[in-house]
């Protein structure tokens, strides 16, 4: 299976917002996709399968030369095939080849699954937001010092 990663454009936020409502209890709303992508593209990735948007890491620089993942998240048919790890990883070499030196994302406190993506890849925990969400749930943050 042949996967491209590529910088998202607008186009692309109809397809992102399918993933994301398969994906997440509490989906962003497609307004919000939509300006993630339009104002992050340079920092965001998305992997195509045949043509088709199968994964997304959306991201945002912040002061402090930081990336933060805004989100992360494969189409249910295509996961455990190494997609969410090529997304972070290629994350990774953009924003080395940006200078910056970190990266951090929130996760939800009980998804597992993520969280040992995360741990796999080198993020180390930082930290817990008691209630970040707004349904109630905490979240841990985690970073990875790049260089
Ligand atoms: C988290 C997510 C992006 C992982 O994507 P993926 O393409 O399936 O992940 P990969 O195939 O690259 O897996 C890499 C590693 O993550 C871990 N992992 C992935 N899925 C897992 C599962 N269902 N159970 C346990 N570990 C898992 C494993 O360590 C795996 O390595 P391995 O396959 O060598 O064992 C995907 O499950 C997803 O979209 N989940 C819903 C959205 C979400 O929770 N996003 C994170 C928001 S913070």
């Known amino acids: 299976m042949k996967v491209k990663l590529r910088n998202p454009t607008f186009v692309d936020a109809r397809q992102i917002y399918e993933i994301e409502r398969r994906s997440f209890e509490h989906p962003h709303p497609f307004l919000v996709i939509l300006s993630e992508v339009t104002l992050h593209s340079d920092t965001s990735l998305v992997a195509e399968v045949g043509g088709r948007v199968v994964g997304y890491a959306l991201a945002a620089k912040e002061v402090g030369r930081k990336l933060h993942l805004l989100n992360l998240a ?74």
């Open 74 to 147: 494969v189409h249910p048919d295509y996961r455990r095939m190494g997609i969410g790890k090529l997304l972070l990883q290629s994350l990774e070499k953009l924003a080395k080849r940006k200078g910056l030196k970190e990266i951090y994302l929130e996760v939800e406190e009980d998804n597992e699954v993520a969280k040992s993506l995360y741990k796999k890849l080198g993020y180390v925990e930082k930290g817990r937001i008691k209630e970040y969400y707004p349904w109630g749930k905490n979240a841990i943050v985690m970073v990875k010092k790049i260089s």
